[in-house]
Antibody
Framework: QVTLRESGPALAKPTQTLTLTCTFSGFSFSTSGVCVSWVRQPPGKSLEWLALIDWDDGKYYSTSLKTRLTISKDTSKNQVVLTMTNMDPVDTATYYC??????????????WGQGTLVTVSS | DIQMTQSPSSLSASVGDRVTITCRASQSIYNYLNWYQQKPGKAPEVLIY???KLQTGVPSRFSGSGSGTDFTLTISSLQPEDFATYYCQQSYRSPYSFGQGTKMEIK
């Protein structure tokens, strides 16, 4: 079955670079049509899409955050890594990775990780 | 970027009520519209995809409609487990934006 799990530090300091890893099972980037995104949710607020990587190494980013984000994948390890530079307290959020269902493009999120809460504080 | 606007932001309703949530896109997204339910402390779960297709396992009291810029999620008869927050999301093009959410509360 498909599972995703986020991992990374629970606490980050302002100006630091955050690195989050999504480790998944039940599918592989070796298969065409695989897309994985990162989505975040500040406490009590809405969902915000951050970045997507696909099986063909296509990469897409949030317009407002693209200068700070880098997404990459390790096909052999079944992992997707997100780095976010220059962390700020407003970046405090639960960070999710999620798989897209593919139909002529990366469509709805059909599987999500449980999320990892990252708090940014000095 | 495509902006997604949901209304209302919160909704107070009773068990058995029929409720409708609206989502509007800032430009046509055809039928590339998805609805999610999120309960406290949990990841979202897809309810409706491609505007009107019911995700496997989701009760038939949930339905979606619309195309272009205007979409609705309807719950025909609210059940206690439906009190949650609902989000629309467009998958027409990157960046894949979400609505701000509708929190369904018990009256």
């Amino acid at each position: 079955q498909v599972t995703l799990r986020e991992s990374g530090p629970a606490l980050a300091k302002p100006t630091q670079t955050l690195t989050l890893t999504c480790t998944f099972s039940g599918f592989s980037f070796s298969t065409s049509g695989v897309c994985v995104s990162w989505v975040r949710q500040p406490p009590g607020k809405s969902l915000e899409w951050l970045a997507l990587i696909d099986w063909d190494d296509g990469k897409y980013y949030s317009t407002s955050l693209k200068t700070r984000l880098t997404i990459s994948k390790d096909t052999s390890k079944n992992q997707v890594v997100l780095t976010m530079t220059n962390m700020d307290p407003v970046d405090t959020a639960t960070y999710y990775c999620a798989r897209h269902r593919y139909r002529s493009g990366c469509q709805e999120f059909d599987y999500w990780g449980q999320g990892t809460l990252v708090t940014v504080s000095s | 970027d495509i902006q997604m606007t949901q209304s209302p932001s919160s909704l107070s309703a009773s068990v058995g009520d029929r409720v409708t949530i609206t989502c509007r896109a800032s430009q046509s997204i055809y039928n590339y519209l998805n609805w999610y339910q999120q309960k406290p402390g949990k990841a979202p779960e897809v309810l409706i995809y491609a505007a009107s297709k019911l995700q496997t396992g989701v009760p038939s009291r949930f339905s979606g409609s619309g195309s272009g810029t205007d979409f609705t999620l309807t719950i025909s008869s609210l059940q206690p487990e439906d009190f949650a927050t609902y989000y629309c999301q467009q998958s027409y093009r990157s960046p894949y934006s979400f609505g701000q959410g509708t929190k369904m509360e018990i009256k």
